[in-house]
């Protein structure tokens, strides 16, 4: 079964510093590959995603993600955060054959300082 | 596009009571709708899998007589906890997947607080 590691449960960063929020996966194949942001009792929003191809993709609010299969690793980015970027950010992982389903990381909160 | 919505989006019932959930997608069809649970300061734990007029699949340790799913029509899953007591107390999110489209992205509702006293 596919798993999902972030090594890192709180970040703090300043506004204006970059970002790099770490995951990890385990899975015997290229798996779907997701981050999600949710602000405090909100649903998730979806960040980015990868499915195959380029490995370095773009997604909204200025972020970005890099697949390295041979770290098995999904990594997010943003050059310089936002005070509006703290929040809750999830990384999932859905496995071919698994009935669609995602399995999520357990979060890391981003708190960003002025 | 691809917007979700929950109602209720908070909740208070009493101990014994039972509660139903809404989870609607407004502007496509969904037939496949997930349901999540979350406690605080944790990830999502997937409970059931929703697929429009048939039964819900349910993950390990989820009880099925408790929490009831309901998909009934492509826009439309409703999770209702019956005899709902404290331990029940959670967040709630619902999820869906556009219908006919061959990915795994998913599109999250803004979640049900539920509060039993």
């Known amino acids: 079964a596919q798993s999902v590691t972030q090594p890192d449960i709180h970040i703090t960063v300043s506004e204006g510093a970059s970002l790099e929020l770490r995951c990890n996966y385990s899975?015997?194949?290229?798996?779907?590959l997701f981050w999600y942001v949710q602000s405090p009792g909100q649903g998730l929003q979806l960040l980015l995603k990868?499915?195959?191809?380029?490995?370095l993709v773009q997604g909204i609010k200025g972020f970005e993600a890099e697949f390295k299969r041979s770290q098995s690793s999904f990594n997010l980015r943003k050059p310089s955060v936002h005070w509006s970027d703290a929040a809750e950010y999830f990384c999932a992982v859905g496995a071919r054959g698994s009935n669609y389903k995602l399995t999520f990381g357990k979060g890391t909160l981003l708190t960003v300082n002025p | 596009g691809a917007v979700v919505s929950q109602h209720p989006s908070r909740v208070i019932c009493k101990s014994g009571t039972s509660v139903k959930i809404e989870c609607r997608s407004l502007d496509f069809q969904a037939t496949t709708m997930f349901w999540y649970r979350q406690f605080p300061k944790q990830s999502l734990m997937l409970m059931a899998t929703s697929n429009e007029g048939s039964k819900a699949t349910y993950e390990q340790g989820v009880e099925k007589d408790k929490f009831l799913i309901n998909h009934a029509s492509l826009t439309l899953s409703t999770l209702t906890v019956t005899s709902a007591h404290p331990e029940d107390s959670s967040f709630y999110i619902c999820?869906?997947?556009?219908?006919?489209?061959?990915?795994?992205?998913?599109?999250f509702g803004p979640g049900t607080r539920l509060t039993v006293t």
């Open positions: 990868y499915f195959s191809g380029d490995t």
């Open positions: 899975y015997g194949a290229t798996p779907y």
């Open positions: 999820s869906a997947r556009i219908a006919g489209q061959f990915t795994y992205e998913q599109y």
